[in-house]
């Protein structure tokens, strides 16, 4: 009898160890799928296990990356500035938050507003410093490889909620955050770029560095 229910008790144990093995198993495919859902097919991802877009009222409630980690103070010096820009966008007349911090494939989208007043879905790129370098400005920053990355994200979002023929517009927000300081200054600059020119513009410095290239030789 007794060997009988140390065989039992054996076999429960190896039974309980297979399972959890095929249980961690199944969880690694189900993220797994999860994952290659969000590439294959956004929509259903965003249906699914995504947020719904333009509702909620903070900045965690808009974002697809409220928990990201922070691991150093230049990226928690960004989701600050993110999250000001957040707060202002909100105080707009006329804007309405759509989303925030949106992987867009292409790129990663800071912030999505619609202008109730022009009608226009705005792509918001916000770049926040601790100061304003007097040679090269804050707004340089979102140089043509940049523009033509939020141009090809602007198509992606805009397929993804169905609004492929509203207008588009792209600003960029600079955050000027000092040390030391409660209140940042914000510059915001409306319309700073247009898609065909962010398309067209990027070849052209391409095609610029090549020939530069080509002549050089």
Same mark, same amino acid.
């Given at each position: 009898?007794?060997?009988?229910?140390?065989?039992?008790?054996?076999?429960?144990?190896?039974?309980?160890?297979?399972?959890?093995?095929?249980?961690?198993?199944?969880?690694?495919?189900?993220?797994?799928?999860?994952?290659?859902?969000?590439?294959?097919?956004?929509?259903?991802?965003?249906?699914?296990?995504?947020?719904?877009?333009?509702?909620?009222?903070?900045?965690?409630?808009?974002?697809?990356?409220?928990?990201?980690?922070? #691991?150093?103070?230049?990226?928690?010096?960004? $989701?600050?500035?993110? *999250?000001? %820009? @957040?707060? &202002? !966008?909100?105080?707009?007349? =006329?804007?309405?938050?759509?989303?925030?911090?949106?992987?867009?494939?292409?790129?990663?989208?800071?912030?999505?507003?619609?202008?109730?007043?022009?009608?226009?879905?705005?792509?918001?790129?916000?770049?926040?410093?601790?100061?304003?370098?007097?040679?090269?400005?804050?707004?340089?920053?979102?140089?043509?490889?940049?523009?033509?990355?939020?141009?090809?994200?602007?198509?992606?979002?805009?397929?993804?909620?169905?609004?492929?023929?509203?207008?588009?517009?792209?600003?960029?927000?600079?955050?000027?955050? #000092?040390?030391?300081?409660?209140?940042?200054? $914000?510059?915001?600059? *409306?319309? %700073? @770029?247009? &898609? !065909?020119?962010?398309?067209? =513009?990027?070849?052209?410095?391409?095609?610029?560095?090549?020939?530069?290239?080509?002549?050089?030789?």
């Amino acid at each position: 009898m007794s060997d009988g229910k140390k065989t039992t008790v054996k076999s429960g144990g190896i039974g309980r160890a297979v399972a959890q093995w095929f249980a961690g198993k199944a969880d690694d495919v189900a993220w797994r799928a999860k994952e290659a859902l969000k590439f294959v097919c956004p929509a259903l991802w965003r249906r699914w296990f995504g947020r719904p877009f333009g509702q909620g009222t903070t900045f965690e409630d808009f974002s697809d990356a409220p928990n990201r980690p922070t #691991p150093n103070p230049k990226d928690k010096l960004g $989701l600050d500035g993110e *999250r000001f %820009a @957040f707060e &202002y !966008v909100r105080g707009l007349p =006329g804007a309405r938050v759509v989303a925030c911090n949106v992987d867009a494939v292409t790129c990663e989208i800071d912030l999505i507003y619609l202008d109730r007043k022009t009608r226009e879905l705005v792509f918001v790129e916000v770049k926040t410093r601790r100061r304003e370098h007097p040679d090269y400005p804050t707004l340089n920053a979102v140089d043509a490889r940049r523009r033509k990355k939020l141009a090809r994200a602007s198509d992606v979002f805009a397929a993804r909620i169905g609004e492929e023929r509203r207008r588009r517009r792209f600003d960029v927000i600079v955050v000027i955050w #000092p040390f030391f300081t409660e209140r940042p200054t $914000l510059t915001h600059y *409306r319309d %700073a @770029f247009g &898609y !065909v020119d962010a398309v067209v =513009g990027y070849r052209g410095c391409v095609s610029g560095k090549r020939g530069r290239k080509r002549s050089s030789r």
